[in-house]
């Protein structure tokens, strides 16, 4: 049982360039989320999805899609990233409720933008 | 209006003591949950403990328990018997019902033990 799983860990872009974060879960959790984390800001919800096929935005979508084609997968991308996406992004899935339901969190992706 | 506000950017304890991390939410929702996470240097995220709006009783997991008032809107995390495996950040969650069930994050608190 491997939870939530995020590809990759790490990675280098240059401004302009594309790529796409993936997230896995094998706990058949209808909600899915997406975050960023930048120092003394704590995490920053940037899209989540409450179902496959459904997506919605969160605190800070600009610069980012994602789509949840299959209920297991979640992907966030970046079509022309930009320095200030330099940032560390954590996946997580949890049941759709009730609300006393806690979210399991992926390792964690750290990007870096130049 | 922030939604969780964490207001101890950093606090040291002395390895055994116990420590108290202050937490404040603001919420009109009659049910939501609250939760606290802890990522170490590491980086993961760890769920600690979770207190559901109608809970009458504070929660408690082993050495960490969440001192609830309601009537305050806070939800402190105590950590008992403080172990230098304890130094690293937490974090305060609310869920609410009425907001689609989203997650809301303080910025967080480092905890730092001292031998």
């Known amino acids: 049982n491997a939870g939530v799983t995020q590809t990759p860990k790490f990675r280098v872009l240059k401004t302009g360039q594309s790529m796409t974060l993936l997230c896995a879960q094998d706990?058949?959790?209808?909600?899915m989320y997406w975050y960023r984390q930048d120092p003394g800001m704590g995490l920053r919800l940037i899209h989540y999805s409450v179902g496959e096929g459904t997506t919605a935005k969160g605190e800070v979508p600009d610069g980012y899609n994602v789509s949840r084609l299959k209920k297991q997968n979640f992907l966030l991308g970046l079509e022309s990233a930009a320095p200030s996406q330099t940032s560390v992004y954590f996946c997580a899935s949890s049941r759709q409720g009730p609300s006393t339901d806690t979210q399991y969190f992926g390792p964690g992706t750290r990007l870096t933008v130049l | 209006a922030q939604k969780i506000t964490q207001t101890q950017p950093g606090m040291f304890v002395q390895e055994k003591e116990a420590v108290t991390l202050d937490c404040t939410y603001d919420t009109s929702d009659p049910s939501y949950g609250l939760f606290w996470y802890k990522q170490p240097s590491s980086g993961e995220m760890i769920f600690l403990i979770y207190?559901?709006?109608?809970?009458?009783q504070n929660a408690t997991e082993g050495r960490y328990s969440l001192n609830f008032q309601k009537a305050r809107k806070s939800a402190n995390l105590v950590i008992s018997a403080s172990q230098l495996g304890d130094s690293a950040m937490y974090f305060c969650?609310?869920?609410?019902?009425?907001?689609?069930?989203?997650?809301?994050f303080g910025t967080g608190t480092s905890l730092t033990v001292i031998p």
């Open positions: 706990m058949n959790h209808e909600y």
């Open positions: 969650a609310m869920r609410e019902k009425n907001t689609g069930n989203q997650f809301y």
């Open positions: 207190q559901g709006s109608y809970d009458q």
